[in-house]
């Protein structure tokens, strides 16, 4: 069998400042799950066609209301506490607030350090 030219092999890449719809479509037909991020989460970057691509969404603390709708279609992620706190929206719409595991800067350099002790 031979393969169709660009259906498999490395993921195209993604220029800075455009949206990966076209990624998203095929990952969600073959269910390919994938996790995208943004320090920016506005309509233009998060788009209704992007949305409708992802099942489920995940919010943490996000600067205003507006940053809130754009991700989760809700309010609620402008009040998030921060430190891994955040809004899951459920394939089904349902919104839940849970907690992540957190690591500060401190406890994050210690564990390093302990990935990194030489061995002997």
């Not at 940053?67 to 402008?78: F, I, K």
Request: aromatic share 4%; charged share 20%; net charge neutral.
């Amino acid at each position: 069998a031979q393969e169709r030219p660009g259906s498999f092999g490395a993921p195209p890449a993604i220029a800075p400042g455009t949206t990966p719809q076209p990624l998203t479509a095929v990952a969600r037909s073959v269910g390919i799950h994938l996790v995208l991020a943004t320090q920016r989460p506005s309509a233009d970057v998060v788009t209704s066609t992007l949305k409708a691509n992802l099942d489920a969404r995940i919010a943490f603390r996000v600067a205003s209301s507006t940053n809130s709708r754009v991700v989760l279609d809700a309010n609620g992620a402008e009040n998030l506490l921060g430190r891994g706190d955040m809004l899951f929206r459920r394939p089904s719409g349902e919104t839940m607030r849970l907690q992540a595991p957190f690591m500060d800067e401190e406890q994050m350099q210690v564990y390093l350090a302990g990935l990194v002790q030489p061995h002997g």
